[in-house]
């Protein structure tokens, strides 16, 4: 949507000209319809935008024979958040050995690696991990 829409415009100054002409009592009635014509236009954009990018993962889909952008397989969000919470679970102790022991320090140095430990977990999910079902499906093809 152009910041300079011309229907935009065209309604704004309709809406002022109603104003003075209407006076303040009818301000907020006002405005509350130019809102809604400004929602509904930025719906229609968003909904279009949303169309063209499913139509575009769909294609390239369809070009590439490669799984499409969505939401992760079964099992793929335990095994995501299931990590993340063993890691926090295991902070508990390790965060207060290591500021017993060292310090703001060893407190600092233990979340980095923890941190750390979860970005690399969730970055290694990104890329190049294929489960059993991929691998058998590739065999398959093949055979």
């Known amino acids: 949507m152009d910041a300079r829409d011309p229907e935009l415009n065209k309604e704004l100054s309709a809406t002022l000209q ?5 006076g303040e009592e009818y301000e907020s009635e006002l405005v509350d319809s130019f809102m809604e014509k400004v929602a509904q236009r930025v719906d229609s954009h968003v909904e279009q935008r949303v169309r063209r ?3 575009q993962q769909q294609t390239s889909f369809a070009r590439a024979d490669r799984r499409p952008i969505g939401p992760p397989r079964a099992g793929a969000g335990f095994a995501r958040y299931g990590f993340a919470g063993f890691t926090l679970i295991l902070a508990i102790p390790l965060s207060a ?6 310090g703001a320090a060893g ?3 233990t979340w980095a690696g923890i941190v ?3 970005v690399a977990q969730s970055v290694g999910g990104l890329f190049g991990r294929r489960s059993k079902q991929d691998s ?4 398959d093809d093949w055979s």
């Open 53 to 55: 990018e499913l139509a």
């Open 97 to 102: 050995i290591s500021a017993v022991q060292a």
């Open 18 to 22: 109603a104003r003075k002409a209407l």
């Open 116 to 118: 750390g430990v979860n």
């Open 107 to 109: 407190l600092f140095i």
């Open 136 to 139: 058998k499906q590739d065999r």
